[in-house]
């Protein structure tokens, strides 16, 4: 892994980021609240930015198991992957969270595909339309797709686009109706979309804090 590439954000600018990634995961727990009709709680204890191989090691490392995840792409003025990840042996927990908990068993077996792609896109599009938002940019979301697999299977989804350089790796804790179903999302970026992300940090940095912008030369 070339370490330069997960430092191309400054201490200052991954603070701006972890700050944007949790005003979205609280639009996405205000989402999924109106849909469950209970109260959700999303937190993200954990932001970094890290290589696809070591983001694959380090979610094989924390889980075992096997993992289900709810995946998009988004494109815009930075593009690529974005993935709602959490343990396969939770994924019937949260289907039953957020069904209400009265289906049997078969229901929610049944449900479950179905069930995890809604959820997967409110949280998502919740989350990154409002980062996009922040950054006063759009972006376009494809539909979600379900996949099933370990971290290696997700860090190397093939083009098109390119399954990316460098990932935003969040840690999130779900809170439903007193489930405790702890997950990840995950951005996958290539280089290019990594360097325009920093820009947009900057100009966002600025904007918040009044100053004045650095020329767009000395972004990249």
Do not use: W
Not at 24 to 30: K, L, P, T, W, Y
Not at 89 to 94: A, D, G, R
Not at 106 to 130: D, H, K, P
Not at 165 to 187: C, N, T
């Amino acid at each position: 892994m070339n370490t330069s590439n997960t430092n191309i954000l400054s201490a200052l600018e991954l603070d701006a980021l972890t700050e944007l990634v949790n005003l979205g995961v609280g639009r996405a727990a205000v989402n999924l609240r109106e849909m469950v009709g209970e109260q959700v709680h999303l937190s993200v204890p954990l932001v970094k930015l890290i290589g696809r191989m070591e983001a694959a090691a380090l979610l094989d490392q924390r889980e075992g198991s096997k993992l289900v995840a709810v995946h998009q792409i988004f494109e815009g003025e930075i593009t690529g992957r974005v993935l709602l990840i959490f343990p396969e042996v939770k994924s019937l927990e949260l289907v039953r969270a957020v069904t209400g908990g009265e289906l049997s068993l078969e229901e929610i077996i049944e449900l479950e595909q179905e069930a995890l792609a809604e959820t997967g896109n409110i949280i998502l599009n919740g989350c990154m339309a409002t980062i996009a938002n922040l950054l006063e940019r759009s972006l376009k979301m494809s539909m979600p797709e379900i996949l099933r697999g370990n971290g290696s299977d997700f860090f190397t989804l093939p083009p098109p686009p390119a399954a990316g350089d460098v990932v935003v790796f969040l840690h999130i804790d779900f809170s439903i109706k007193q489930r405790d179903i702890a997950g990840y999302i995950v951005m996958l970026m290539d280089m290019p979309s990594i360097a325009a992300l920093h820009g947009l940090l900057e100009e966002f940095i600025a904007r918040t804090t009044g100053s004045a912008a650095p020329p767009s030369d000395a972004r990249h």
